[in-house]
């Protein structure tokens, strides 16, 4: 098992430029979180999905941030226009039933 | 707001002690806690689940759970230098079909050789 792939693992970005963050989950899982990272908020759940559909997109800071699973196997995350603040370290996880599995992560420099 | 509590340490114990790790949440209708562990630079990895009262044990990790008092604790035995890391703990509530977990900011644990 390839575990969950994220891509890119860096992305270093101009301010106000689009990014796409993806993720491939593990194979038969049938939910999907994305989660941002930073020191001082710890891991912020983002939005999840189960079964292909958005069930909470609460987290979601603003118009900016999007997200989408077009099919079982495949997520993105978009930023667009990217901001400063939104440096951090993004997650992607997937899980069956209980627990998450997580991927390596998208490192996310904004300048 | 449900929140998850943790301290955040540095908690320092020597190699070969047993290092204690503690967890509070505010939910009471809880009913899935896990631990996970974060080595710098790298992602959570799920190393124990708990979800009766009671203790729970694998390898030399025991995870205790007391929903009357609403904690989660972690015991880790013979602490190696290799333990150091973060240890999140995370809640969920299984209200409806919500897989959400509520995380705790993380205690940071150094083992000493």
């Known amino acids: 098992d390839a575990g969950v792939i994220q891509s890119p693992r860096h992305e270093v970005t101009e301010m106000g430029q689009e990014v796409t963050l993806r993720c491939k989950p593990i194979?038969?899982?049938?939910?999907l979180f994305w989660y941002r990272q930073t020191m001082m908020r710890g891991l912020e759940l983002l939005i999840y999905?189960?079964?292909?559909?958005?069930?909470?997109d609460s987290g979601m800071p603003e118009d900016r941030f999007s997200a989408k699973m077009p099919n079982a196997s495949f997520s993105t995350l978009k930023i667009q226009p990217s901001e400063p603040r939104d440096s951090a370290v993004y997650f992607c996880?997937?899980?069956?039933?209980?627990?998450?599995?997580f991927g390596s992560g998208t490192r996310l420099t904004v300048v | 707001q449900k929140e998850v509590e943790q301290n955040s340490g540095p908690l320092s114990v020597p190699e070969g002690a047993i290092a204690s790790l503690n967890c509070t949440y505010s939910d009471r209708v809880s009913q899935s806690f896990f631990w996970y562990r974060q080595y710098s630079g790298k992602s959570p990895e799920l190393i124990m689940s708990?979800?009766s009262n009671g203790d729970k044990e694998d390898g030399r990790f025991t995870a205790q759970l007391n929903k009357a008092s609403q904690y989660v604790s972690l015991l880790i035995r013979d602490s190696q230098p290799s333990d150091s890391a973060t240890y999140l703990c995370?809640?969920?509530?299984?209200?409806?079909?919500?897989?959400?977990?509520?995380w705790g900011l993380g205690t940071s644990l150094a083992v000493n050789p």
């Open positions: 194979s038969g899982h049938n939910s």
């Open positions: 996880a997937s899980s069956l039933t209980s627990g998450y599995t």
């Open positions: 999905f189960n079964n292909n559909v958005p069930i909470d």
């Open positions: 708990i979800y």
């Open positions: 995370a809640v969920n509530s299984k209200a409806g079909n919500n897989r959400k977990l509520i």
